[in-house]
């Protein structure tokens, strides 16, 4: 069992200034393990877009092509403020290619390299909008299998108080939850490891809370400037998303209640009949306890006693066995990428150019939840009307 790690894909040189499909290709912006992304110049319109285009040696892989095809129908197939609008897809001189909308400022991975752990609010606030984007998929019966901070573009919001307009990109390994697992036919894990669910590992059954624990992966990593599991070797990772407890948020983040710590901690359980019934039911929790926070005493970590380890309710059949981890499986510490900065340096990155004028939260608005649902139902996926509501 091995992670699905294509090598980067190789194009024709020269790319740069050539016309595919009535997009002139203007400079290479992105590169991945199927495709590469150039901002392009839409030649009808005149408006400025991103056109992904698929190596043609992966072109060729049946597999490749249909996966890099079902991007453009499954992204194309929600109408949503905070996914990436598709505009045309195809095939150009033998070369696949998806034209999307081009959002100007890097994605959620640059912006916490800059700016390391994030305030609760801000976090949550983020949160927000990459969880009304899964639950809207997920509405479709679409699970998205790989969300991360790269797979999440940022563009400017509308006013000071919504800086940043998330977009959830990146939905070639989106599929229809029905008869889904975590696996493709050759036994290779489909999604990226350090946000990958426990049900993706062992080639469970998937639904939309396989989605919600990697959300909960990227809150943690916002909030703590490292994601949940960082281990040695892809199978000591596997190991620690499958068996280990989630880390102790307040370890990294001493200012932090135990609310919310116990909040990401349920999002992060092994099983998912023990996480929310939706992504929206997390971000409402989550919402309610950094409203509840008291300010802290002083100083960024200041505050809030000593750091607890919090562990998600127990499962109905009772609490699970966990293994004593081999040797290999112990967990490393790495040093952060960023560095820390006083508490005044607690301000919105740097301003992205606007990509459109979308408001920042779509339909779910930027409001107080009304209380959460009950939790999902053993076995099933969450029912009609557990979703919770925003009001204006």
């Known amino acids: 069992m091995t992670s699905e790690r294509p090598s980067a894909p190789s194009l024709p040189a020269g790319l740069v200034g050539r016309k595919v499909a009535g997009y002139r290709l203007e400079s290479e912006i992105g590169r991945g393990g199927m495709a590469v992304v150039y901002r392009a110049k839409d030649l009808r319109l005149g408006r400025t877009v991103a056109v992904k285009l698929l190596a043609p040696e992966l072109a060729r892989n049946e597999v490749f092509r249909q996966r890099f095809m079902h991007e453009s129908e499954a992204a194309a197939a929600i109408d949503h403020p905070h996914i990436i609008p598709v505009f045309q897809a195809g095939e150009h001189d033998g070369i696949l290619f998806i034209a999307m909308r081009y959002v100007e400022g890097?994605?959620?991975?640059?912006?916490?390299?800059?700016?390391?752990?994030?305030?609760?609010?801000?976090?949550?606030?983020?949160?927000?909008?990459?969880?009304?984007?899964?639950?809207?998929?997920?509405?479709?019966?679409?699970?998205?299998?790989?969300?991360?901070?790269?797979?999440?573009l940022v563009a400017a919001g509308t006013d000071s108080e919504h800086p940043e307009h998330l977009y959830l990109a990146d939905f070639g390994l989106t599929k229809k939850s029905l008869s889904l697992s975590g696996l493709t036919s050759v036994g290779q894990i489909v999604g990226t490891l350090d946000y990958a669910a426990p049900e993706q590992i062992s080639g469970k059954p998937l639904d939309g809370r396989c989605d919600q624990y990697s959300l909960g992966c990227v809150v943690f990593e916002m909030l703590a400037g490292t994601p949940p599991f960082r281990r040695e070797s892809d199978l000591a990772l596997l190991w620690a998303h499958l068996n280990d407890p989630p880390p102790a948020l307040r370890e990294h983040r001493p200012d932090l209640s135990d609310a919310l710590a116990a909040v990401v901690a349920r999002a992060l359980a092994k099983t998912p009949d023990e996480r929310y019934a939706s992504c929206l039911q997390f971000v409402a929790e989550l919402r309610a306890a950094t409203a509840a926070e008291d300010a802290p005493a002083g100083g960024r970590w200041?505050?809030?006693?000593?750091?607890?380890?919090?562990?998600?309710?127990?499962?109905?059949?009772?609490?699970?066995?966990?293994?004593?981890?081999?040797?290999?499986?112990?967990p490393v510490v790495h040093p952060p990428s960023w560095s820390p900065v006083p508490s005044a340096s607690f301000a919105p990155a740097a301003s992205f150019a606007p990509a459109a004028p979308y408001p920042p939260y779509g339909p779910y608005g930027p409001a107080a939840p009304v209380a959460p649902s009950a939790?999902?139902?053993p076995g099933g996926n969450r029912s009609a009307g557990s979703r919770p509501t925003w009001t204006p």
């Not at 752990?117 to 899964?134: C, G, M, V, W």
């Open 106 to 152: 890097g994605d959620l991975r640059a912006l916490l390299s800059r700016s390391g752990p994030l305030p609760a609010p801000r976090a949550t606030r983020l949160a927000l909008q990459i969880a009304s984007a899964l639950d809207a998929a997920h509405d479709h019966d679409l699970v998205h299998r790989d969300v991360k901070p790269g797979n999440v």
């Open 375 to 377: 939790p999902a139902e």
């Open 302 to 330: 200041g505050g809030g006693g000593p750091p607890t380890q919090v562990v998600p309710v127990a499962s109905p059949g009772g609490p699970r066995a966990v293994p004593e981890p081999p040797a290999w499986a112990v």
